[in-house]
């Protein structure tokens, strides 16, 4: 990885930041010295990414567990944010499953968490940011279906689209108030929530797994650092000129299949 210097001392804030995509994304912030507030549902993932933050990086790292699904819970990131100069947005998940078959409540409840959240905090942290004029930057991590609709999934290609139109629309502008925002769209990335993928139970699973890995470029998924190290740039001084892009990381995957 790089070593983007002028990161250090640089606070920043990751939600969905315990697990997966967001916590690698954490630890590249932390080996350039970044202090680190994560923000995620679960207590116990938050302490248990805290330590292993703490005593691998020694920087410091401050944790809130909240679910972002509840407005009335946005405030409480608020005294995170008035610390925050770079912000990640990885909260979220939208569920499969097509119009017919998705659960209204679920629906709903997954959209304020990936969507909602990702606007509203945009919209809290920009005035701070605003003040501070410092060179703020805000990135969303929002996901490939944005440009693999699929009717099959139609949460996550509709909040995904949702998200990359947000980012373009507000980093176009965010610029003249010396505040970058931009987007990641990871492809497949190999996380706790794809390692089912990765051990197949039985020979139609086997099948299966080795189709899919034989159609992805390199025959591999992607690993969170490649996300991470990505970000880090779009944070630095070095991606200065780039706002209101979002940045697929899928090898090409999506024009393969």
């Given at each position: 990885?790089?070593?983007?210097?002028?990161?250090?001392?640089?606070?920043?804030?990751?939600?969905?930041?315990?697990?997966?995509?967001?916590?690698?994304?954490?630890?590249?912030?932390?080996?350039?010295?970044?202090?680190?507030?994560?923000?995620?549902?679960?207590?116990?993932?938050?302490?248990?990414?805290?330590?292993?933050?703490?005593?691998?990086?020694?920087?410091?790292?401050?944790?809130?567990?909240?679910?972002?699904?509840?407005?009335?819970?946005?405030?409480?990131?608020?005294?995170?944010?008035?610390?925050?100069?770079?912000?990640?947005?990885?909260?979220?998940?939208?569920?499969?499953?097509?119009?017919?078959?998705?659960?209204?409540?679920?629906?709903?409840?997954?959209?304020?968490?990936?969507?909602?959240?990702?606007?509203?905090?945009?919209?809290?942290?920009?005035?701070?940011?605003?003040?501070?004029?410092?060179?703020?930057?805000?990135?969303?991590?929002?996901?490939?279906?944005?440009?693999?609709?699929?009717?099959?999934?139609?949460?996550?290609?509709?909040?995904?689209?949702?998200?990359?139109?947000?980012?373009?629309?507000?980093?176009?502008?965010?610029?003249?108030?010396?505040?970058?925002?931009?987007?990641?769209?990871?492809?497949?990335?190999?996380?706790?929530r794809t390692e089912s993928?990765?051990?197949?139970?039985?020979?139609?699973?086997?099948?299966?797994?080795?189709?899919?890995?034989?159609?992805?470029?390199?025959?591999?998924?992607?690993?969170?650092?490649?996300?991470?190290?990505?970000?880090?740039?779009?944070?630095?001084?070095?991606?200065?000129?780039?706002s209101g892009e979002v940045?697929?990381?899928?090898?090409?995957?999506?024009?393969?299949?």
């Open positions: 990885m790089a070593n983007y210097l002028e990161l250090k001392g640089r606070t920043v804030t990751i939600t969905g930041g315990s697990k997966g995509i967001g916590f690698g994304i954490a630890r590249a912030f932390a080996a350039q010295g970044c202090p680190i507030q994560l923000v995620a549902r679960d207590p116990s993932s938050l302490e248990q990414a805290k330590a292993q933050l703490t005593q691998e990086f020694s920087v410091p790292v401050a944790v809130l567990a909240t679910n972002l699904s509840h407005e009335r819970d946005l405030d409480r990131v608020l005294p995170f944010l008035e610390q925050t100069d770079i912000l990640i947005n990885s909260a979220g998940a939208m569920g499969r499953g097509s119009l017919l078959e998705i659960d209204p409540v679920q629906f709903r409840d997954a959209w304020e968490g990936k969507v909602m959240s990702t606007i509203f905090l945009t919209r809290m942290l920009f005035p701070l940011l605003q003040k501070k004029n410092t060179g703020g930057s805000i990135i969303n991590i929002i996901g490939i279906a944005a440009e693999r609709l699929n009717a099959k999934s139609i949460g996550t290609s509709t909040a995904n689209a949702a998200l990359v139109a947000f980012t373009k629309a507000i980093g176009s502008e965010s610029v003249d108030h010396n505040i970058r925002i931009n987007g990641i769209s990871p492809g497949l990335i190999r996380t706790g993928i990765l051990h197949p139970k039985n020979e139609v699973d086997r099948r299966a797994y080795e189709t899919l890995v034989g159609k992805l470029p390199y025959g591999r998924m992607g690993e969170p650092s490649e996300i991470a190290d990505l970000a880090v740039f779009l944070a630095s001084d070095s991606g200065k000129y780039i940045i697929s990381v899928d090898g090409g995957a999506r024009y393969r299949y």
